[in-house]
């Protein structure tokens, strides 16, 4: 099995996550070639053939970054990285097809917080990639984190459960 993690972090938080996927995919699958990409160096061909694609990014402004955003974060400490997720899928040819794939996001708890995981499933369907599992979301503490105690521990359990 060969299995591809892409993912934006401003803050580490999500690629903290990503990492714990990766885990939890190895620790099902030992034997998989499991790369964990943060979304500057996720070249398409990186990505063409997996047997799992696993995307996730930070909640911003109840859905997937902007350049807005990422351009707001940058300004309260966070890196600015460059290209998000959004020019990523741009990139990404509509090949999918017979490839499992599945979204998560990493994001505050709260009534009007939203959720990226939604928007990045529904570009990985858009670009016919079988959807495994539903999204979900990792919380944090606060904008920049840090990650809820237990949520690397949860997703690593969802790395193994999607593998």
Known sequence: MRAVIVYESMYGNTGQVAQAIAHGIRT?????????????EAETEAVGDADLLVVGGPTHMRGMSTGLSRTVAAKTG??????????????????????????????????????????????????????????????????????????LDRAKEWGAAIA
Do not use: M, Q
């Not at 099902?28 to 500057?40: I, N, S």
């Not at 499992?100 to 708890?109: G, I, L, N, W």
């Open 28 to 40: 099902t699958k030992p034997d998989a070639d499991v790369r964990c990409l943060p979304v500057a």
């Open 78 to 151: 966070a890196p600015e990285e460059s290209p998000g997720l959004r020019s990523w899928f741009r990139s990404l040819p509509a090949e999918g097809a017979g490839t499992r794939a599945a979204a998560f996001d990493t994001r505050v708890e709260g009534k009007h917080s939203g959720a990226a995981a939604d928007g990045i499933a529904a570009r990985l369907t858009r670009h016919n990639y079988d959807l495994t599992a539903e999204p979900v979301g990792f919380l944090v503490e606060d904008v920049g984190g840090p990650l809820r105690d237990g949520e």
